[in-house]
């Protein structure tokens, strides 16, 4: 472990896309403001818009949409209709746990954000809380030069009064991860966008969520709420008729698992990062089973559409495809990883169902098991 890395004293995050999922409000207000213009947003400007000002992704979106009008008036076209979205931005799964972590061990926190300053005060007054536990807190109209440039990490160490080296800096993107380290400080990128790890190389960590941060690693004090190899998350509800998967589940991993449709469910996958988590399973007329599942595009398989695969731990004798499905999430176990070969992958998953079957004896999963929502109708 680097010296710097044991001399961290301070945390500089980043706010849309890191603590906040301000992505699907974005594509939203694009969607209308280019569709009066009779263009469709079809999201592929989306690598080139995030961790950018305002200005910067405005000039992408007008110069590749050919639109009528300058970026200056874009901006301003755009701005009400992102103040109305703001009181509906969710904090990002972690987001909370994080700050209220830090900010409860006396670590002492900047936030840092290309986004104008008026934006990110009205953005965090929906977060109680939040505001009060940064000791800095700023926009990038309020330095020369936004990220990818330097200037706004440098000014957040100066008025912290600390070392850029004994910074970490967390960041969802390349323009905030080129920013932390032109600014000489630790960087942990957890990219907003799916499947674009391999671009964050400029980074010294890279994870899947703010739910797999591992403190202690840049000796800050460690999250302590682990159980059993478990994190509980607050719990969440998806259900539906069960479909036909991909035919591999059993056939290919041995796993039989009741898949559900992800159409009515685009915003909750958005918000849950793709992972291992477990939980209650109420299937009708049948009864309720504990059961372990994952969420993601399962990389050893390369799914191209984002999946929810639970596996109910039980033997069931027959199929029952068509038959309704509730499912309600209790915690988390891992993020979603590749594996080398098949035989490893079925060895994970299931050392997965045995830390799950043995969580859900413990009474602060075991009581979910009485939720109404297993048994509605």
Known sequence: MSVARRLIKCVILDLDGTLLNTDGIVCNVLKVSLGKYGKEWDGRETLKIVGKTPLEAASAVVEDYGLPCSPIEFVSELSPQFSDQWCNI?????????????????????????????????????????????????????????????????????????EPSSCLVIEDSLPGVTAGKAAEMEVVAV??????????????????????????????????????????????????????????????????????????????????????????????????????????????????????????????????????LKLVIVGYIRPEVNFPTLESLIAKIHEDRRVAESALELPMYSSHKDDSYLRSS
Do not use: C
Not at 98 to 119: D, Q, T, Y
């Open 191 to 324: 990219p907003s966008l799916p499947k674009q790890s391999h671009l964050f190389t400029a980074a010294d960590e890279v994870i899947n969520s703010l739910l797999d941060l591992q403190l202690e690693k840049w000796g800050l004090p460690p999250f302590a709420d682990w159980v059993e190899r478990t994190l509980p998350v607050d719990p969440w509800y998806i259900g539906g008729p069960v479909i036909k998967g991909f035919g591999r589940g059993s056939k290919v991993l041995g796993i039989p698992t009741a898949n559900l449709s992800t159409k009515d469910y685009s915003d909750l996958l958005a918000e849950h990062p793709a992972g291992v988590y477990f939980g209650w399973a109420g299937l009708s007329g049948r009864g309720i089973f504990k059961m372990v599942m994952s969420i993601g595009w399962n990389p050893y398989f390369n799914n191209k559409e984002k999946t929810i695969e639970p596996w109910l731990l039980h033997e069931f004798t027959e199929d029952f495809y068509g038959e309704e």
């Open 90 to 162: 969710k904090a990002l799964p972690g987001a909370n746990r994080l700050i209220k972590h830090l900010k409860s061990n006396g670590v002492p926190m900047a936030l840092a954000s290309n986004s104008p300053r008026e934006s990110i005060d009205a953005k965090i007054s929906f977060h109680d809380g939040w505001k009060d536990s940064f000791s800095v807190l700023f926009g990038g109209d309020e330095v020369r030069t936004g990220k990818p440039s330097p200037d706004i990490f440098f000014e957040a160490a100066r008025r912290l009064k600390i």
